[in-house]
């Protein structure tokens, strides 16, 4: 029996590649250098794979920056702006389109499916003339050969690539991607020819566009481009790679039709009607299915008896031989190796698997599917299964109760949201186009290494609550002086909207390496929820009280949602979502009581990855949305109609969710809006009304570009023409830890003057 992993971290055990491209690009290494370490990198890899007995090793999963973008050199599909006269794509195109250079912006960068890595988005237009301009793929493959390691090369499918395209500039927006099928195809045949020619046996195409809700015209573009290539493919097989949900019916009956085609990968985690699928339409004889057992974006380690017993019943409608034990996407998405988790006990860790262990994980399956099972592997790894569903640091009884009592209740704050804005300004008495900000302020070197200090008792308490206080006290005064009408404490004691409030709960546990890639050299370490969540003590309230304390104006007491919470976490695969959901949403509630009962009245309850979660496939959406939206309602329900309860929101495509947005019945949302040529305001031109206060964010704060009073003033009227006086608030997009002072202080003072010109022209 084989084994298979559908791709594989990139960026090293510890970060390294990240270090050696953030070193190049600071010109503190050489282009020779930085390849040195990417190939120690793929070389050490593909040697990991090949000692633990990996049938099938990936090649060409490695990547600069984004694989997407590979695939956009591979056909040479760059934008013309970026002067690329032909050739084999090197470094100074590959990253000017990647991260912009001294003259021109970097392409845009997009969501990765439903997931937290960013991919480059191809532009594309009728004009465009694919050619094969880089040789990545094969140069690779061929890198593994002369170590001796048979590899196959993964590369992004036509059909994919395509449909994650944008028409570019100047192109029509309803220009019809798939048309540019009969263009690229050539490529990809040239491609899988030199592959071949290389010696290549195995290639693997990723069209994970195939788990979409897709039409008629998608599925006729996937049989045409796989038709066209059933020549090349002679004496190789093609595997075909799908993930992150189900294949809808209709596309796998197409699919398992086609017969360029070898083999089929599938999703059984996401998928959680893939089984059932394959049992009903069947599998074709000629073919083999690539079972995705191992979760490729979790860090769990596998219950190896159920994927057992899985792959057991899958073997029945496939046949002996034609199974391939696989994981469910690229490994990518998880953690890269457990090993280097120094600091967690050795309980957690056995519940844990992280790439390398995934790895393991998958020849161990193959193996026992043969009657060659590790024994003591196997026995290990039930008592780690057994040990995390009965451990009391999972299971509090309290918890689970107080979470089942939500059930069947709507939770909504009695008065109606007008009625509760008048009851608030009362108190408030804001101006028209109140002023305020997202809740972070630059973060400084100074105040990272107070943190850090404090954290590795290397500064005493007592010093540290007076250097945060002082910075706090910094902060206040500031929007004092610059005269903001809401005011925020700056968020210094945080490194991070998740991890703060993660610290200190009970039930997530934090990892030291445990990186993800976002993108490029961007990772993330998401925190570990193991277990069921509750709230030993108050968590910002003593920070917010002190900051109020400061000042006679309202101080936003400031709190990250629970589905935010959970979006950016590692989640617990032993319990829906949603039920993990509530419970933090419990939690958050407890918080913005107390926070209310020490007095401050405005809290701002961040859902920045609300939209981020939202499923794939358009039927499972409303379900997502609705407990989504009851967890935050569940922590703003219990307050008094005189506590504003705002809320934040990122990312710029809300169009399709609205009326969630509407339904969470906060008083003021404040939303990222000016980087998406306010497409935002397009919803409520378009008729949806919005009673609640609003605040679409006046400028970009991911740039340090410092707006003037004008450009403000005129948003702001742009914003007037479709949404009402009495709502409108004034703000950024977003926090300001990633801006300097000397970036933040002119545009808040342009922000404010740009809202008194407004209220005089009113
Ligand atoms: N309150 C957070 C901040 O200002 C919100 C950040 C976010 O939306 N990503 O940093
Ligand atoms: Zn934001």
Known sequence: MASHVVGYPRIAPKRELKFALESFWDGKSSAAELQNVAKDLRVATWKQMADAGLTYIPSNTFSYYD????????????????????????????????????????????????????????????????????????????????????????????????????????????????????????????????????????????????????????????????????EVLVGIKLLVETYFADIPVETYRTIIQLKAISAIGLDLIRGTKTLSLVKTVGFPGDKYLFAGVIDGRNIWANDLAASFSILKDLETIVGKGKIVVSTSCSLLHTAVD?????????????????????????????????????????????????????????????????????????????????????????????????????????????????????????????????????????????????????LVHGEPERNDMVEYFGEQLQGFAFTVNG???????????????????????????FWSKYAQSLTARPMKGMLTGPVTILNWSFVRDDQPRSETSMQIALAIKEEVEDLEASGIQVIQIDEAALREGLPLRKAEQAHYLEWAVHGFRITNCGVKDTTQIHTHMCYSNFNDIIHSIIDM??????????????????????????????????????????????????????????????????????????????????????????????????
């Open 665 to 762: 019945d906060a008083d003021v949302i404040t939303i990222e809006n000016s980087r998406s040529d306010e497409k935002l305001l397009r919803v409520f031109q378009e008729g949806v009304k919005y009673g609640a206060g609003i605040g679409p964010g006046v400028y970009d704060i991911h740039s340090p570009r410092i707006p003037d009073t004008e450009e403000i003033a005129d948003r702001i009227r742009k914003i007037l023409a479709v949404l009402e006086t009495n709502i409108l608030w004034v703000n950024p997009d977003c926090g300001l830890k990633t801006r300097k002072y000397n970036e933040v202080v002119p545009a808040l003072t342009n922000m404010v003057a740009s809202a008194k010109l407004l209220r005089t022209e009113l």
């Open 67 to 230: 694989q997407v973008l590979d695939t956009t050199a591979m056909v040479g599909a760059v934008p013309p702006r970026y002067g690329w006269t032909g050739g084999e794509i090197g470094f100074d195109t590959y990253f000017s389109m990647a991260r912009g250079n001294a003259k021109l912006p970097a392409m845009e960068m997009t969501k990765w499916f439903d997931t937290n890595y960013h991919y480059i988005v191809p532009e594309l237009g009728p004009e465009i003339k694919f050619k094969y301009s880089s040789h990545k793929a094969v140069d690779e493959y061929k890198e593994a050969k002369k170590i001796g390691i048979e590899t196959v090369p993964v590369i992004i499918g036509p059909v994919s690539y395509l449909l994650l395209s944008k028409p570019a500039k100047g192109v029509p927006k309803t220009f019809d991607l798939l048309s540019l099928l009969d263009a690229i195809l050539p490529v990809y045949k040239e491609v899988l020819g030199e592959l071949k020619q290389a010696g290549a046996t195995w290639i693997q195409f990723d069209e994970p566009a195939l788990v979409m809700d897709l039409e008629a015209h998608h599925l006729d573009a996937f049989s045409k481009a796989y038709s066209f290539l059933e």
């Open 338 to 486: 457990l090993v280097n988790e120094t600091k967690l006990d050795n309980e957690i860790k056995s519940w844990l698997a992280f790439a390398a262990q995934k790895v393991l994980e998958v020849v161990a399956l193959a193996k026992a599917l043969i009657g060659q099972a590790d024994q003591p592997y196997f026995a290990a790894n039930a008592a780690a299964i057994s040990s995390r569903k009965t451990s009391p640091r999972v299971n509090n009884e309290a918890v689970q109760k107080a979470a089942e009592a939500l059930k069947g209740s709507d939770h909504r704050r009695a008065t109606p949201v007008i009625a509760r804005l008048d009851e608030q300004q009362k108190k408030l008495n804001l101006p028209i186009l109140p002023t305020t900000t997202i809740g972070s302020f630059p973060q400084t070197v100074e105040l990272r290494r107070v943190r850090r200090e404090y954290k590795s008792n290397k500064i005493s308490e007592a010093d540290y609550i007076q250097s945060i206080q002082q910075e706090i006290a910094k902060v206040v005064k500031m929007q004092e002086d610059l005269d903001i009408d809401v």
């Open 515 to 541: 990186w993800v890639q976002s993108y490029g050299s961007r990772c993330v370490k998401p925190p570990v929820i193991y277990g069921d969540v509750s709230r030993p003590k108050p968590m910002t309230v």
